[in-house]
């Protein structure tokens, strides 16, 4: 992978949901302005630390080394409208801004892992180093217990011998990091990011919600034929594709209108 193949001389929203959108990493030499009109200082995120006092659910720090904070949005008005903003913008279902911040010299991060969000790292102070990796080096099972939120960490090292590409971002650069990629960032001085995060929906959710109009639309009431173990092989067979046939009725009944407003209450209820 080359990293001219992964560089916009400026951020192209067509291009880019045609060429990087959940394919491969973006690298925009002061991008950040696209997503934040002004640019963020240490003093800036020591006062929202501080506003959060009472309520430290999502400020993760190892003092004096290194301060994550997720949500970030829900304690700062700019940055909350922003979020909104941009959602609205690229029709994310969901999105918000978490920030990072390193006290002083060191190798320290979050460690190597791997979301089940997209995001957009918009740099602010200082020099941020990134190395990343293809979703292909992750096991399907992993990504699945990610997706569904049993895997809260989603912590992964980078294989023996794997394929990376390495970033290096000064203040106003952007990286995009796309689903499930694997990535590790440090700083060896201060510095602040900050990232806007996309997650992702599962198809599981839309499953639920069409279970639950097929029970308002009166269909698939008919009750599954039982397996018992006096069925010949042919009344195994009969059955499995009498359970099949109702299936196929059931989502056939279920049109595209509805599948539509399905996917659209889905996005309303996680925004």
């Known amino acids: 992978m080359n990293l001219p193949d992964l560089t916009m001389p400026k951020f192209d929203t067509e291009r880019f949901f045609k060429e990087f959108w959940r394919t491969k990493p973006l690298f925009v030499?002061?991008?950040?302005?696209f997503f934040l009109e002004k640019t963020h200082d240490y003093e800036w995120f020591e006062q929202v630390k501080k506003s959060m006092s009472q309520s430290?659910?999502?400020?993760?720090?190892?003092?004096?080394?290194?301060?994550?904070?997720?949500?970030?949005s829900e304690h700062d008005a700019y940055l909350g409208e922003q979020a909104a903003l941009l959602r609205s913008k690229f029709n994310f279902p969901v999105s918000?801004?978490?920030?990072?911040?390193?006290?002083?010299?060191?190798?320290?991060?979050?460690?190597?892992?791997?979301?089940?969000?997209?995001?957009?790292?918009?740099?602010?102070?200082?020099?941020?180093?990134?190395?990343l990796a293809s979703e292909k080096y992750i096991p399907n099972e992993l990504k699945a217990k990610r997706m569904l939120l049993r895997?809260?960490?989603?912590?992964?090292?980078?294989?023996k011998n794997c394929e990376t590409v390495n970033f290096v971002l000064n203040p106003g650069d952007l990286l995009y990091i796309p689903l499930n990629w694997i990535h590790d960032g440090h700083s060896n001085s201060p510095s602040l990011s900050i990232s806007l995060v996309c997650p992702a929906i599962p198809f599981h959710s839309l499953i639920l919600q069409?279970?639950?109009?097929?029970?308002?639309?009166?269909?698939?009431?008919q009750p599954i034929p039982l397996l018992h173990p006096w069925l010949t092989e042919q009344e195994k067979n009969q059955t499995n594709a009498l359970c099949s046939k109702v299936l196929k009725h059931m989502l056939n009944h279920l049109?595209?209108?509805?599948?539509?407003?399905?996917?659209?209450?889905?996005?309303?209820?996680?925004?």
């Not at 993760?60 to 997720?70: D, L, W």
């Not at 069409?210 to 009431?221: M, N, P, R």
Request: negative net charge; hydrophobic residues 35%.
């Open 56 to 72: 430290k659910d999502n400020l993760f720090e190892h003092k004096g080394v290194v301060s994550f904070i997720e949500r970030i």
């Open 29 to 33: 030499p002061q991008g950040a302005k």
């Open 210 to 221: 069409l279970a639950e109009a097929a029970k308002v639309a009166g269909e698939g009431y």
């Open 151 to 159: 895997n809260q960490s989603g912590d992964f090292y980078f294989p």
């Open 255 to 271: 049109n595209e209108n509805l599948v539509e407003k399905m996917i659209a209450n889905i996005l309303k209820r996680n925004s």
């Open 96 to 131: 918000w801004f978490d920030a990072i911040q390193t006290d002083k010299p060191t190798n320290a991060g979050i460690g190597t892992h791997f979301d089940h969000s997209d995001n957009f790292v918009l740099q602010q102070q200082g020099i941020k180093h990134w190395q």
